[in-house]
T-cell receptor, first 113, second 114 residues
Framework: KNEVEQSPQNLTAQEGEFITINCSYSVGISALHWLQQHPGGGIVSLFMLSSGKKKHGRLIATINIQEKHSSLHITASHPRDSAVYICAVGSFNSGGSNYKLTFGKGTLLTVNP | EAGVTQFPSHSVIEKGQTVTLRCDPISGHDNLYWYRRVMGKEIKFLLHFVKESKQDESGMPNNRFLAERTGGTYSTLKVQPAELEDSGVYFC????????????FGQGTRLTVV
């Protein structure tokens, strides 16, 4: 079982719909990252959070540390939101010298016009 | 400020050949990471540099992979000789100070070994 589980793996939505992508993890973390990768493109960091909620435009990310769960929401989805969304958890080693990211498999989102 | 840049963006080589990937991190970032995504799988950690030193290379698949970061600036990842299973997208990321958790990713290099 992967340390970071995302659901769903694939998601198809109609333009305007509210989207939720979930991420559960099984390890202690310092921060959780939501990343976006458009087809053929590089990885862009959307959010980095260690508690609570963050909002950027139509994107909202929440995290529940006790439940080891995070969600990424997209309001009023648009075809340009079509991309792979990746959850990654980051943790330092015991000495604090090494910060490592562990990635989920990603969620392929397709938003149809 | 320039972001993390990777060269080349795509590479198609034959099995047995050598390929060298390059990553230029954000200027001043001591931490540089290499990751790989094989089709259908999650992104996997390869190794981590702090300046010019290899902090953690536990993710390197085998001794056909050699990473260097001379002078603590850009890094290269050489695959020699390449095998079919080395195909994938190789990402580089850089991070600033020791307790800073924000990582910046490059565009990736798509490597296809035929």
């Amino acid at each position: 079982k992967n340390e970071v589980e995302q659901s769903p793996q694939n998601l198809t939505a109609q333009e305007g719909e509210f989207i939720t992508i979930n991420c559960s993890y099984s390890v202690g973390i310092s921060a959780l990252h939501w990343l976006q990768q458009h087809p053929g493109g590089g990885i862009v960091s959307l959010f980095m959070l260690s508690s609570g909620k963050k909002k950027h435009g139509r994107l909202i990310a929440t995290i529940n540390i006790q439940e080891k769960h995070s969600s990424l929401h997209i309001t009023a989805s648009h075809p340009r939101d079509s991309a792979v969304y990746i959850c990654a958890v980051g943790s330092f080693n015991s000495g604090g010298s090494n910060y490592k990211l562990t990635f989920g498999k990603g969620t392929l989102l397709t938003v149809n016009p | 400020e320039a972001g993390v840049t990777q060269f080349p963006s795509h590479s198609v080589i034959e099995k047995g050949q050598t390929v060298t990937l390059r990553c230029d991190p954000i200027s001043g970032h001591d931490n540089l990471y290499w990751y790989r995504r094989v089709m259908g799988k999650e992104i996997k950690f390869l190794l981590h540099f702090v300046k010019e030193s290899k902090q953690d290379e536990s993710g390197m698949p085998n001794n056909r992979f050699l990473a260097e970061r001379t002078g603590g600036t850009y890094s290269t990842l050489k695959v020699q000789p390449a095998e079919l299973e080395d195909s994938g997208v190789y990402f580089c990321a850089s991070r600033g100070g020791c307790r800073n958790t924000e990582a910046f990713f490059g565009q990736g290099t798509r490597l296809t070994v035929v």
